[in-house]
Structure formats: C-alpha cells, structure tokens
Nanobody, 120 residues
Framework: VRLMESGGDSVQAGGSLRLSCTVS????????MGWHRQIPGKDRETVAV???????TYADSVKGRFTASRDNGQTMMYLQMNNLKSEDSGGYYC???????????????WGQGTQGTVSS
C-alpha cells in the first residue's frame, strides 16, 4: 500500500485547507483509512477515521470543522479543514488500516505527510 498526501499550505486563522491523499494497493474488506496529525510538542492525534462501511468518526478537537471523505474506489481520500485555528498547525498524515488476526484493524501504512500552518 502506498499513500501520498498533498495540499498542505499556510493560511490565516479562520481559513480553509483541503488535503488530498492518493492511495494505491489498498484492498481491505473490513478495515478503513483515515487522517492523523502531529502537532509539535503533542502526541500524534487521530483526526478522522473512515470505516470500511463509509462511516466517519472525528476527534473532538476537529468536530464540526473538518470533514473526511474518500472516493468509492478507495483510491483518493480527502480532508476538508474549515475555520482553522493556530493550534491546527502541524504535519498531517493519511494512513490505511490492515487486519490483524488478534487485535482487529490496525494502522499499517502511512504517507509521508504534508504540512499545514495556520497563522493567527
């Protein structure tokens, strides 16, 4: 599985960014994909998870502001980020899950990341 993000940029607070992720080789009938971010000085945070059935869950910190989506072929994934805040600045990574026989779906493959910077 290979993933590549794009769309990172610098914006002012209150602005928007749309991140894209190209996904190749992902073939799972039960696991999903999603977005994560790494903000300096903080632990990596799972921002959004798109389940295999298409349902999406969000971190409380981005609910109502971020929207994750994917195409039906699961070859593209998107993260629409609105009303951005300075605390949203960081590296954003897309990832896919793989099935583990013992613990279910785990994050298995990652993109290289794209940087989003929000200035106040």
């Amino acid at each position: 599985v290979r993933l590549m993000e794009s769309g990172g940029d610098s914006v002012q607070a209150g602005g928007s960014l749309r991140l894209s992720c190209t996904v190749s080789g992902f073939r799972s009938s039960r696991c999903g994909m999603g977005w994560h971010r790494q903000i300096p000085g903080k632990d990596r945070e799972t921002v959004a998870v798109i389940g295999n059935d298409g349902t999406t869950t969000y971190a409380d910190s981005v609910k109502g502001r971020f929207t994750a989506s994917r195409d039906n072929g699961q070859t593209m994934m998107y993260l629409q980020m609105n009303n951005l805040k300075s605390e949203d600045s960081g590296g954003y990574y897309c990832a896919t899950q793989e099935s583990n026989a013992h613990i279910g779906c785990i994050w298995g493959y990652w993109g290289q990341g794209t940087q989003g910077t929000v200035s106040s």
